[in-house]
């Protein structure tokens, strides 16, 4: 079994900054990449960051610049530094772990910017 946890979600009005994390655990022998994503009312899921176990990121065009991706050393923490942020930045926003192939998605973190 493996568990994820999001956290650090919350309401921030336009231009501040929120720090998200998602904690993996359980069965986790190597886990391949985490990833953020986020889901507004009425769209689809998409993706916003993406780091693979060889540390390389991805970012949403949205967002680069203003959001930066992390990992902590033991490789099953990983953390979503949003700054800058925007009301178009509201949503519900998901981290999902990748190991040998299999995906493992959290709860979701709800994030609101006002304007």
């Known amino acids: 079994q493996v568990q994820v946890v999001e956290s650090g979600g919350g309401l921030v009005q336009a231009g501040g900054s929120l720090r998200l994390s998602c904690v993996a655990s359980?069965?986790?022998?190597?886990?391949?990449?985490m990833g953020w994503y986020r889901q507004a009312p009425g769209k689809q899921r998409e993706l916003v960051a993406h780091?693979?176990?060889?540390?390389?990121?991805t970012y949403a065009d949205s967002v680069k610049g203003r959001f930066i991706i992390s990992r902590d050393n033991a490789g099953n923490t990983v953390y979503l530094q949003m700054n800058s942020l925007k009301p178009e930045d509201t949503a519900v926003y998901y981290c999902k772990v990748s190991i040998y192939g299999d995906d493992y998605w959290g709860q979701g973190t709800q994030v609101a910017v006002s304007s």
């Open positions: 359980g069965s986790i022998f190597s886990i391949n990449a």
């Open positions: 780091i693979a176990r060889s540390s390389s990121t």
